[in-house]
DNA sequence: GTACTTAATCGAATTTATACGATACAACGA
DNA sequence: TCGTTGTATCGTATAAATTCGATTAAGTAC
């Protein structure tokens, strides 16, 4: 019937905005670097990336506005850490986006 | 021994790349539909978005450039699917990146 | 208190993304 | 051949993202 939407799925929006997180490689290092180390401190990171530390501090905000990461004080130091919680509910989401996506993929006629 | 990073990990960088491409509503939304539809005009596309045709054709061409969909003329008509193996391939890639990230964060120390 | 360290934020420059009307262009039908 | 249809691209406007130096603010050490 080729009815115009009027906006998108709220679903898919959030889940690009999610994406969105993900789509910077200093994000997806500063993740991986969380994930492993045991200490977390924001100079930490800053040393790790080739990026100055007021960048590297907006990227992090970024992480912290999608959730995927926390953070707690300590002294003048930040503490960042993964949200696992949030990180686990994002692989699920996109695993069910995936799955859709290559469920048709097998039949589709082109 | 906290040294400098010169540059990004290219990994890193080419997931980056294309969680950009899902990184939009419409991008994910074509996705969708292409798997979930048997024909993939791109008439039909357009029709399912909120947005102009110019726009549409973009968003195709930003997909096409990830490799996540294959295009074919038929006569006047573009018709568009998705790409199987670069899908499974980066919902591949994603799992692994997940999954390292999971692991670490079930140990961070904050 | 003063000096130092750590990290967030501001200000500003640059780049990239998004959007759409208008146009071009190719295939098709009359 | 001529108009129509379906898409891509161009030009342009606007918004968002990225980056960094400079500054601010808050804790720590002396």
New binding site residues.
């Given amino acids: 019937m080729l009815t115009k939407a009027t906006e998108f799925d709220t679903e898919l929006k959030e889940l690009a905005d999610q994406a969105?997180a993900l789509?910077?490689p200093?994000r997806l290092t500063i993740l991986r670097f969380l994930a492993a180390q045991d200490t977390c401190?924001?100079?930490e990171i800053?040393e790790a990336l080739p990026?100055?530390?007021?960048?590297v501090?907006?990227?992090?905000?970024?992480l912290l506005e999608a959730g995927l990461i926390d953070?707690t004080?300590r002294?003048?130091?930040?503490c960042y850490c993964v949200a696992p919680d949030a990180v686990g509910k994002l692989h699920l989401r996109l695993r069910g986006f995936f799955n859709e996506v290559e469920e048709g993929g097998r039949t589709a006629a082109c």
């Fill in positions: 969105k789509s910077h200093a401190i924001c100079g800053v990026l100055a530390q007021a960048t501090s907006r990227h992090l905000k970024v953070v004080q002294g003048t130091s930040s």
